[in-house]
């Protein structure tokens, strides 16, 4: 059985899409629509743009958004039998189960996007990646940071686990998991802490969004970050879609419980191969390929 996973942010690269672009009239067309919905040439960043405007919140979301769709719509007769996305990736998962129209999915996304940016001005705030440690510990030690705001953000991997807060809360839950034997802790350059309280702001910003736009009935489960389980009804995928801002990326339980329920390969359909090899870190004996 096939399951297939959306990449987030920090998967992109100068060029993404040129090529499918320059060989598909069909994705020629959604990008052009992206372009048009977003009021700005987003293809001209994708294709000539620089590693450092590629990072930014406002165009990173809707490029890898735009990639990942459009290289679902390259699949003859693409008959998913589940989806799970990694945050961001979520919102393409969305799309590729029918949930979500084209249009609307990128409307949330760079509404997604603006709000984050605007919650991370508003708190100045990063990650670190944390490795070497079970995923209890580093829970365990976030918890016991006094008088800051630091959470476990991601959970990737058995042994790798970001974590996510306030400057000066990151720094001392870093030093702690250090003590508490991690191999290393890095520093991650983002734009603020993703998935942690402090992205309140954002997440009711974009939940008065989610309520105003119509989902579907998915054709195939949905593996949602915020649970880790299959997803089909409309009112839960709206609420765990909601929540994802500010609760954890369950990745290691998503794709434990996608094994359980029958996946023996995962196809990535995005830029790069971060999932991939993700899943076989989570998973050894499942097969991983990309689209």
């Not at 915020?226 to 290691?252: C, F, G, H, K, M």
Request: a negative charge; proline letters at 4%.
């Amino acid at each position: 059985m096939k399951a297939y996973i959306f990449p987030g942010q920090g998967s992109q690269f100068p060029g993404m899409g040129q090529d499918l672009y320059d060989r598909s009239a069909s994705v020629r067309d959604l990008f052009e629509r992206a372009n048009d919905l977003l009021g700005f040439r987003l293809t001209g960043v994708m294709f000539g743009g620089s590693e450092e405007e590629l990072k930014r919140t406002d165009v990173t979301q809707p490029a890898i958004f735009l990639h990942s769709v459009a290289l679902v719509s390259t699949v003859e007769g693409f008959q998913p039998a589940m989806v799970a996305g990694h945050s961001l990736g979520e919102f393409s998962a969305l799309v590729a189960s029918g949930v979500l129209s084209f249009e609307d999915g990128l409307t949330l996304v760079a509404k997604r996007a603006a709000a984050m940016q605007k919650a991370c001005e508003r708190n100045p705030s990063t990650m670190a990646a944390v490795l070497g440690l079970d995923d209890e510990t580093v829970v365990a030690v976030c918890a016991s940071v006094e008088n800051e705001v630091v959470v476990a953000a991601n959970f990737n991997y058995p042994g790798q686990v970001v974590i996510s807060g306030t400057h000066e809360g990151v720094r001392r839950a870093g030093e702690k998991l250090k003590e508490a034997g991690a191999r290393r802790v890095l520093p991650l350059s983002v734009g603020g802490a993703f998935h942690s309280p402090l992205m309140e702001p954002a997440r009711q910003e974009l939940a008065k969004a989610i309520r105003q736009t119509v989902f579907q009935a998915p054709v195939c489960p949905i593996y949602q970050n915020a649970t880790a389980r299959a997803a089909r009804e409309v009112t839960d995928i709206q609420t765990n879609l909601i929540e994802q801002l500010t609760a954890p990326v369950r990745w290691t339980q998503s794709v434990e419980e996608m094994m359980r329920d029958g996946a023996g390969t995962f196809v990535e359909c995005g830029p790069g191969k971060v999932l991939q090899g993700l899943v076989k870190k989570i998973a050894r004996e499942a097969e991983v390929e990309g689209v």
